[in-house]
């Protein structure tokens, strides 16, 4: 059974960049079966996703952040993590980190962490 | 703004049924891709409950069914109980927007 676990600050200064990981256990993050994702929930909001990555390294992102996500895997420590730049308050959230399935045609995310939440704030 | 568009709430009492709808567009729903959808309850992370419009994974009651038609998806659950409060998002793709695009989310409240 695979497990997504996030990590990292909880407390972001405005302009720093939010760095954030998720550990999967009980399954390869290169099992190339699957892609891996973030997304995030701003609060009392709906969820938005951010992008997502292969174990080979090619990744999509949501183009309304504005290239502002970066997304990297680690497949030795079966890790993928993030970075959003420029943070300020609108950034605050709930982040989660997901597996996707059928990320050619029909994604969508069966798996999900328990979330991590960010609060972006002097 | 969701590209998604989803009731803010529905309500029913227990044993009863409640529809909820999630509208799109010609360049999600209605460009034939599949709608999903997760149940989050309370203080929980999302949980996949309808996959490729209308199927469950392993584990969820067929008390929940998902069905589309057009530019629309519905997800519909019947014989209510206490513990369905929470939470549900409707999920897609959208060809313009090149991404994953979610509702609003709807939260449903057993009277």
């Known amino acids: 059974q695979v497990q997504l676990q996030e990590s990292g600050p909880g407390l972001v200064k405005p302009s720093q960049t939010l760095s954030l990981t998720c550990t999967v256990s009980g399954g390869s993050i290169s099992s190339g079966d699957s892609y891996w994702s973030w997304i995030r929930q701003h609060p009392g909001k709906g969820l938005e996703w951010i992008g997502y990555i292969y174990y080979s390294g090619t990744t999509y992102y949501n183009p309304s952040l504005n290239s502002r996500a970066t997304i990297s895997v680690d497949t030795s420590k079966n890790q993928f993590s993030l970075r959003l730049s420029s943070e300020a308050a609108a950034d605050t959230a709930v982040y989660y980190c997901a597996r996707v399935k059928e990320a050619g045609t029909r994604p969508y995310m069966d798996v999900w962490g328990k979330g991590t939440t960010v609060t972006v704030s002097s | 703004q969701s590209v998604l568009t989803q009731p803010p709430s529905v309500s029913g009492a227990p044993g009863q049924w409640v529809t909820i709808s999630c509208t799109g567009s010609?360049?999600?729903?209605?460009?034939?891709?599949?709608v999903y959808w997760y149940q989050q309850l309370p203080g929980t992370a999302p949980k996949l409950l309808i996959y490729?419009?209308?199927n469950r994974p392993s584990g969820v009651p067929d008390r929940f069914s998902g069905s589309k038609s057009g530019t629309s998806a519905s997800l519909t659950i019947t014989g209510l109980q206490a513990e369905d409060e929470g939470d549900y998002h409707c999920q897609s793709y959208d060809n313009s927007l090149r991404a994953v695009v979610f509702g609003g989310g709807t939260k449903l409240t057993v009277l």
């Open positions: 010609n360049s999600n729903i209605g460009a034939g891709y599949a």
């Open positions: 490729n419009n209308n």
